[in-house]
Nanobody
Framework: VQLQASGGGLVQAGGSLRLSCAASGRTFSTYNMGWFRQAPGKEREFVAAISRSGGSTDYADSVKGRFTISRDNAKNTVYLQMNSLKPEDTAVYYC?????????????????WGQGTQVTVSS
């Protein structure tokens, strides 16, 4: 599967952005999906994940209550709604797909990655 992330940009602290990740192919619904981010000089970190059906989600503690992951299997797209953004949310955001039965918080357990989209939050 090929993944294309979009929706990043520059936003002031307290603002909102919605990231999208469009997947190619007809088997999108068989993949668990995740969002990760990587700030300059830091390791890639887990942000959120969603099960194949969309019925189960998980979040990093740092974004819980502010970010929402969702998916539309009919549109082969996963979303990340980001509200109450903080300067520390500044990073390149990546979507990823995992073909195994469960989603995971470990980046090395995802099979496919999008190219990343830059999110910059100004104070």
């Amino acid at each position: 599967v090929q993944l294309q992330a979009s929706g990043g940009g520059l936003v002031q602290a307290g603002g909102s952005l919605r990231l999208s990740c469009a997947a190619s192919g007809r088997t999108f619904s068989t993949y668990n999906m995740g969002w990760f981010r990587q700030a300059p000089g830091k390791e890639r970190e887990f942000v959120a994940a969603i099960s194949r059906s969309g019925g189960s989600t998980d979040y990093a503690d740092s974004v819980k209550g502010r970010f929402t992951i969702s998916r539309d299997n009919a549109k082969n797209t996963v979303y990340l709604q980001m509200n109450s953004l903080k300067p520390e949310d500044t990073a390149v955001y990546y979507c990823a797909a995992r073909s195994s039965y469960y989603y995971t918080k470990r980046a090395d357990e995802y099979d496919y990655w999008g190219q990343g989209t830059q999110v910059t939050v100004s104070s």
